[in-house]
């Protein structure tokens, strides 16, 4: 085996199933180029898979996520365009809904296209600073984070009242006990505009007509001073 190939097998992967040429290049002591050519020849052996441009995985690692390959897509260069798994995919992610989601959403404050890959289709939705947030590290590993059960709920709410009008079908609806009525309506009120903070209230007021208030209680939705109801 070439250096960058050793390097991939023995340090890289059993850290991290998910790495850049940059990394590769860093851990064998080549150039990036060098790393390019060495890892595109593993990738055509099969032992690794190219997710995007500067982006590998061994997918048929235990700790590999298709998740986990967010906050890869989201490095530009040097840097990192800030941005979390939510909607439909965070909402089946927190047991919220059981249709799995076909592309992984994704929440930006820069507009990006859709990024197709080999592990599946990411989707990038902008949302504005003020309303940008809301988001933790997502389960024992922490390497990519997801809206909360609130915050998944408020930006598909919020993005289906907007011009595109998409997510006007939500599938069936479970809250669960981590969800915070409160947490929702805190994001409501910090909608810049009224016209369509108004227009996310009543959305929200006609999804939570469907519940019953044992349900609301027990997913920790007791209202309170403030309550948009």
Not at 7 to 32: C, D, N, Q, Y
Not at 40 to 51: C, K, Y
Not at 175 to 203: C, M, N, Q
């Amino acid at each position: 085996m070439n250096k960058t190939a050793t390097a991939v097998l023995t340090g890289v992967i059993p850290t991290s199933p998910i790495f850049t040429t940059r990394a590769a290049a860093k851990e064998a002591v080549v150039a990036a180029d060098v790393a390019t050519r060495d890892l595109a020849r593993l990738a055509a052996r099969g032992v690794i898979t190219r997710i995007a441009p500067g982006v590998w995985a061994d997918t048929r690692h235990p700790d590999f996520s298709p998740y986990a390959v967010v906050p890869h897509l989201l490095r530009v260069r040097q840097s990192r365009v800030p941005g979390y798994l939510s909607l439909l995919t965070a909402l089946n992610l927190r047991g919220m809904i059981q249709q799995i989601p076909r592309v992984f959403q994704v929440v930006v404050t820069t507009q990006r296209r859709p990024v197709k890959t080999p592990v599946g289709t990411y989707e990038f939705h902008r949302i504005g600073p003020p309303l940008f947030g809301g988001f933790q590290p997502f389960g024992q590993l922490g390497n990519f984070d997801v809206a909360t059960p609130a915050k998944a709920l408020f930006d598909v709410l919020y993005l289906s009242v907007r011009r595109a009008r998409r997510f006007s079908h939500l599938p069936e609806l479970e809250l669960g006990r981590e969800f915070r009525e409160s947490e929702l309506e805190h994001w409501i009120w910090k909608i810049p505009y009224p016209p369509v903070r108004t227009a996310v209230a009543d959305r929200w007021l006609k999804v939570k007509g469907d519940f019953r208030p044992e349900t609301l209680a027990a997913a920790g939705g007791s209202r309170t001073q403030g309550s948009l109801s």
